[in-house]
């Protein structure tokens, strides 16, 4: 791509171009990335004259007027010729600026470690306050169906009453646990700093004439100029891989529960208990009209795939460093470290888009209540009948042998709730007559527990990771293809 066109150096990825939204894009854009590290260069010359090192005002000027001048074509013709990319972009730098004072007492890695762990850090906390955003408009929808009743399901097959919103609480809980999760590796994230060829920082020291404290002073104010409060102490020419791991494991579990609710709504879906919404326009199938297709929540279970294969590649490098550090892991991180941040950001605004938009049909849950409302009070039922002193065992299977009963009249078209309730009040080892029965399964719609207060609890809670990162009400998700 020549230079200055508008998408110079993004990623070139169906991740970037399709799912992700600009601004995690840009993150992992390649001119991004070279952006970001001359921005550390030029902190570190900052730091390196304020402790005393013979650096010209006028360089670190020319640095600071070249340093958005990013031609990717050029960088890389450099680095057919060092076979060093890090290497090619020092010299274009350099060139650009009229001067050679950068990089000095750094090696490779004390540029890029950092900035990809900047890269890492900007990412998660974009990812964080997304979260938070869904979270919030997940717990609307949850308090808006809040009373609506449905048959709960465990293996597919119907369970017990239970209520929509109670589900939306189900998956909004799960999301609350990795929004903890997240939180504590944000803010225990350590950065490398700069270590030098193996980790001791000998040439910062030579540099800086055996000084430790100006070496200890200078890592300082490259953290606080990235943005982080730790810093790793003694790792060597690379931070430990099983850092890029638990980042891909937080992640993993933070899109966890966006694909617990997109399958679960892509079931529903199939039954027409609800949609996943439907524009104007739209077109579900290019040869059947009539079809809706949840494609938006297969879009997110398909990117937690994608997302599942960089964790399985960084879990690959993690335990697998030699010695000091070597760079046999380059190749895998450039290409799972950008991947997992741009399918979780493809998650979370596809996710946001479908809680926002998705629908319900009434109609069709009553139905399924009716078709399934005798089963889902057996348990009830069971408990019933050991206050009537029946044996837990022997009350078991006597509901199950009525049940099964009930279910073969069901599939033969006959009223099922009906031969349920003859079948068990003819059957004396329950104890149950025919007005408890009755009375039961007549108020199956009201059997639901604590559903109703684990959703309003739910709601509580994402309101306080709302109030906590208020940032999250202004954002607003493009609109998705």
């Given at each position: 791509?020549?230079?200055g ?7 070139l ?13 840009e993150?992992?854009?390649a001119?991004?990335?070279v952006?970001?590290?001359?921005e ?17 005002d ?11 001048n990013v031609d990717?074509?050029?960088i ?22 009229g ?5 000095k007492?750094?090696?490779?890695r ?8 900047l ?11 997304k979260a938070v ?20 399901r465990t293996?597919?097959v ?7 919103g ?12 990795a ?10 994230y ?8 193996v980790g ?30 730790r ?8 931070y ?6 638990a980042a ?32 104007e326009?739209?077109?579900?199938s ?5 079809k ?9 279970n ?5 997302l599942?294969g960089?964790?399985?590649m ?10 000091e ?9 450039r ?17 946001h888009?479908?809680?926002a ?17 005798p089963?889902l009070?057996?348990?009830?039922l ?11 065992e022997q009350a ?16 033969r ?9 003859a ?6 080892e ?5 007005a ?17 207060a ?7 809670a ?20």
């Amino acid at each position: 791509m020549e230079e200055g066109q508008p998408n110079q150096g993004i990623v070139l990825d169906v991740l970037a171009e399709r799912y992700a939204s600009p601004e995690m894009a840009e993150i992992w854009s390649a001119a991004g990335k070279v952006r970001l590290e001359r921005e550390l260069w030029i902190a570190v010359l900052k730091a390196q004259r304020q402790l005393g090192l013979d650096i010209p005002d006028e360089a670190i000027a020319a640095y600071e007027r070249v340093k958005n001048n990013v031609d990717l074509a050029r960088i890389r013709t450099r680095e057919h010729v060092t076979k060093h990319d890090v290497k090619a972009r020092i010299e274009e730098f350099c060139a650009l600026a009229g001067y050679e004072h950068i990089h000095k007492g750094m090696t490779s890695r004390d540029l890029t470690e950092n900035v990809e762990q900047l890269q890492i850090l900007r990412s998660l906390l974009l990812l964080r306050d997304k979260a938070v955003a869904c979270l919030a408009r997940l717990a609307e929808r949850a308090r808006e169906l809040r009373d609506l009743v449905l048959p709960a399901r465990t293996h597919n097959v119907a369970a017990q009453p239970t209520t929509l919103g109670r589900r939306l609480a189900m998956f909004g809980e799960e999301l609350c646990l990795a929004l903890e999760h997240l939180c504590w590796f944000i803010e225990h994230y350590p950065l490398r700093g700069l270590k030098g060829p193996v980790g001791t920082q000998l040439d910062l020291l030579t540099l800086f004439a055996g000084d430790h404290d100006k070496v200890h002073a200078l890592e300082a104010e490259v953290a606080r100029f990235l943005g982080f409060s730790r810093r790793l102490d003694a790792p060597g020419q690379v931070y430990p891989r099983s850092l890029d791991l638990a980042a891909a494991s937080v992640l993993v579990q933070l899109a966890s529960a966006p694909s617990n609710f997109a399958r679960t709504l892509r079931l529903m879906a199939g039954l027409e208990l609800a949609s996943e919404g439907f524009s104007e326009g739209q077109v579900g199938s290019s040869a059947m009209p009539h079809k809706k297709n949840a494609r938006s929540c297969e879009r997110i279970n398909a990117l937690f795939a994608v997302l599942r294969g960089h964790w399985n590649m960084l879990a690959a490098l993690a335990g697998d460093q030699w010695n000091e550090g070597d760079v046999s892991c380059s190749a895998t991180r450039r290409v799972a470290l950008p991947g997992m941040m741009l399918a979780s950001d493809g998650i979370l605004e596809t996710f946001h888009w479908v809680v926002a938009h998705f629908t319900v049909f009434p109609g069709m849950i009553e139905s399924e209540w009716r078709r399934y409302a005798p089963f889902l009070a057996t348990t009830t039922l069971l408990m019933e009948a050991v206050k009537r002193g029946a044996g837990r065992e022997q009350a078991h299977k006597a509901l199950q042998r009525a049940a099964q009963a009930a279910a073969e009249a069901l599939q033969r078209g006959e009223d099922a709730a009906a031969h349920f309730t003859a079948r068990l009040a003819a059957t004396p080892e329950l104890g149950l007559d025919s007005a408890t029965v009755q009375r039961v399964l007549a108020h199956a719609h009201g059997l639901l527990g604590e559903a109703h207060a684990q959703t309003d609890r739910f709601v509580a809670a994402a309101e306080a990771w709302l109030a906590r990162f208020p940032q999250a009400r202004a954002y607003a998700p493009r609109d998705i293809l």
